[in-house]
């Protein structure tokens, strides 16, 4: 079992940045991935970016790619969301997981985080 606590949504103007955080307990990540997604109302959940807890590799949507960056801090089972030049269309729930780096990539990981709530103002 793993757990997983978001952090630090809020409401920010558009241009704006704000930093999530993805606290994860249970289990070692060493051989897994972590992802983050995010759903706006009345859309599908939609892949945001991942990252391989080993070696730190990273990729990610191409709607946010340049903008945003995921970090991880081993020491603290933490994984992080920055994100920058932020747009209205970013607003929407973002959630983390974990699973196999295959898995996160087809947005099917294996626990999920409760979810914060990022809204960008234009």
């Known amino acids: 079992q793993v757990q997983l606590v978001e952090s630090g949504g809020g409401l920010v103007q558009a241009g704006g940045s704000l930093r999530l955080s993805c606290g994860a307990s249970g289990r070692t990540l060493s051989r897994m991935a972590m992802g983050w997604f995010r759903q706006a109302p009345g859309k599908e959940r939609e892949f945001v970016g991942a990252?391989?807890?080993?070696?730190?590799?990273?990729t990610y949507a191409d709607s946010v790619r340049g903008r945003f960056t995921i970090s991880r801090d081993s020491a603290k089972n933490t994984m992080y969301l920055q994100m920058n030049s932020l747009k209205p269309e970013d607003t929407a729930v973002y959630y983390c997981?974990?699973?196999?780096?295959?898995?996160?990539?087809?947005?099917?990981?294996?626990?999920w985080g409760q979810g914060t709530q990022v809204t960008v103002s234009s």
């Open positions: 990252i391989m807890w080993a070696d730190g590799g990273k």
């Open positions: 997981a974990v699973g196999l780096w295959g898995r996160i990539l087809l947005g099917s990981g294996d626990y």
